[in-house]
């Protein structure tokens, strides 16, 4: 069903870029629109794109797959113009951000039966279609996220699409994938912002603090250099679940706190072992 589909990207990024990179190279005839020329241009030139649309109506209407790639606080506008823009021929519509309830009862209530959630759980620092490839997703797994009025045609289609990115395809529903995300992802990327800003403070009290900080402030902040606009979405749209899992984690900082020096010893090995079962069980790609 995938192949022969003519595909358009809406938001050509880091992931936008990365699917157009991988379904290109399947020889498959895929177009983009992005609010910036120059972005189409740089697709255009690495063979990414076939064409750049001058709108997201346009692109709608020359596609049969839509994948929208843009932030996740503009994929409800995003599909509002792109559903001006559509027509019968549409096969399926797909957005790729990593929270579905919210966003996704917004673009179920334009698009119906054709629409379902598809979040492959890869990404990296300076996240712009300069760093896109098409081995992004190789491995990773990918949430498909049906909703109710979604076709038995779209979830199999979207299946396919997950596998021809290299992923491994995972169905779920909106609430279990936005609560995993947010202890698997979210609360990451508010750890490391935090972290990132803590070493700051500290660093206005030690100045030599920058030649010491070496791969575990490194590793541990990593996630902060997420654009800025992520982790404001993450938060209007799964402040909830987010909420929740920052409770437990401060519980368990505050825990921590006051633990008696000999009994951190034991603490410390159970965090070890808590994410060697975790990482156990990872696709292979994230696994360490």
Known sequence: M???CQVGICGVGLLGGSVAARLSSRGMTVRGWDPDPEVLDFARERGYLAEGTDSPEALAQASDLLVLAAPLGQLGEAGR???AGSGEALKGVFDVGSSKVAVG???AALWGDRYAGLHPLAGREGGTVRRASADLFEGCLCALVPF????REVRDLGRELG????ARVQEMGPAEHDALAAWGSHL???AASALALAAEEG???????PPLAAGGYRDGTRMAESPPWLLADLWETNGVELRRA???YIVVLEAFRDLAPQDVWAWAERAREARRRIMGEIPGRWRA
């Open 2 to 4: 995938l192949a022969g």
């Open 81 to 83: 113009l792109l559903a």
């Open 105 to 107: 009862r917004e673009l």
């Open 148 to 151: 109710p009025d979604t076709a």
């Open 163 to 166: 596998e021809a990115l290299g």
């Open 188 to 190: 990451p990327l508010l």
């Open 203 to 209: 660093r206005r009290e030690h100045p030599d603090l």
């Open 246 to 248: 920052l409770d437990r």
